[in-house]
Structure formats: C-alpha cells, structure tokens
C-alpha cells in the first residue's frame, strides 16, 4: 500500500495534479464506453485540463483513433512518445 501512496505522490509532485483529480479520474474512466468516440474525446479533454497541457485537434485525432482501434501502447516509454509533440 506504501508503493502506491508513493507512486501517486511522485506524479503528483511532477505534474501538479492532485492524487483525488487522478483517482476521480480514473473511477470515470472504469464507467465510460471507450468504443464511443465522443466519450474518448471528452476523456481526452478531461486528462488535458486536468493536466493543464494543451492537445491539438490533431493529436486528439490520434489519440481518438489509437483508443478505437486498441492501438494503445502498454509499456510506459511507447505511450510517453504518443504524447510527444510533433
């Protein structure tokens, strides 16, 4: 329990958002329909707020399409490089 309180400290430390934002988050998640692309979009836009980096159309439009065609990466690294700017 100890290794998940830290985990969630260390991202709350780097990206300024707050553990109850992250797990408030995440329960909407666990309950939405991610086949439905306005659902994802919202997320998307949920997830930049929250973070407060913007998201262009554009990377929204990938980040959409790779969710709808289970093309999200799992390891940390190629997910990290989805995110990248271009």
Do not use: C, Y
């Not at 100890?2 to 260390?10: A, Y």
């Not at 430390?13 to 309950?31: C, E, G, P, Y």
């Not at 439905?36 to 707020?49: G, Y």
């Amino acid at each position: 329990m100890e290794r998940d309180h830290q985990f969630f400290d260390n991202i709350e430390k780097k990206t300024s958002v707050k553990k109850d934002d992250i797990f408030k988050l995440a329960q909407s998640v666990s309950h939405s329909n991610l086949g439905d692309e306005r659902t994802i979009r919202m997320l998307v836009s949920q997830v930049a707020s929250l973070a407060g980096v913007p998201v262009s159309k554009q990377k929204e439009d990938q980040i959409v399409q790779a969710v709808l065609n289970n093309k999200v990466p799992l390891d940390f690294a190629a997910l990290s490089k989805m995110f990248e700017n271009k």
